[in-house]
């Protein structure tokens, strides 16, 4: 190894130490500011190296984010097995918001996939399926960036019932922002009428929380919104945010 790569690792190590540091002192002091205030100190801090992940549910991360950064980078994953509806809410978010869309697509397409690994992997080995067509598109979109927004909220599941506003991706080596993380359902319906935030039409015909069409049904009334997920395969998260 030259003097040179040696050089510059250990500054990829101070590097990531300082983001660290960040993040302790940013998740103490921001645990309790609104969501727009998260958003504005992520942005401030990483400028261009800040972006936004959306799986076009609704666009309420997109709506939040924008208005304090018009033009950030929004990473959609296009995994191949998206409902029409989704794809349809992607475009519509491209026209509507100023935001900066990027497509990222899996190393294979599904053809290959079930060429390679059998037809319906979703079914047979669902852990597999999606680390191969979200978390590792996933994980090479976000290496340019240094933090990244998510949406996700405490009260979704207990996986994520410890998720800080601000915390350190170690998987990823980056800095992890979850601006609505306090948030109640409450919350969220409420910000998407006050602000005419544009939705998934699926909403309106019982799937509360949408992914990959296959593996993506109806939830009945009562239900847990996320219950329609896996439904019958014992999995409630797809590996990205664990």
């Avoid at 296009?78 to 697509?105: P, Q």
Wanted: with cysteine; net charge negative.
């Amino acid at each position: 190894m030259s003097v040179a790569e040696i050089e510059a690792g250990l500054e990829r190590q101070r590097a990531t130490l300082d983001l660290q540091g960040i993040v302790e002192s940013a998740a103490r002091f921001l645990e309790d500011a609104p969501a727009r205030e998260i958003t504005r100190g992520a942005a401030a801090t990483f400028g261009d190296r800040l972006c936004l992940t959306s799986s076009m549910s609704d666009a309420l991360l997109i709506d939040l984010v924008s208005r304090v950064k018009p033009g950030v980078d929004v990473l959609f994953i296009d995994t191949g097995y998206h409902f029409a509806e989704t794809i349809g809410t992607r475009d519509a978010v491209e026209t509507v918001y100023k935001v900066n869309v990027i497509n990222v697509k899996p190393s294979r397409t599904v053809e290959e996939q079930d060429r390679d690994l059998g037809p319906r992997l979703y079914g047979r080995n669902p852990d597999l399926c999606c680390y191969l067509r979200k978390v590792e598109p996933l994980n090479r979109a976000l290496e340019p960036y240094l933090a990244w927004v998510s949406g996700i909220r405490r009260d979704e599941s207990p996986t994520r019932a410890n998720t800080k506003v601000v915390e350190w991706d170690a998987k990823r080596q980056m800095v992890k922002v979850n601006p609505i993380a306090r948030w109640t359902q409450e919350d969220v319906d409420n910000y998407i009428a006050d602000n005419g935030v544009l939705i998934n039409p699926l909403h309106y015909d019982d799937y509360p929380s949408i992914g990959c069409a296959p593996c993506t049904r109806r939830v009945a009334p009562g239900e847990d919104p996320r219950s329609g997920r896996w439904s019958g395969l014992g999995k409630i998260e797809c590996g990205i945010h664990l």
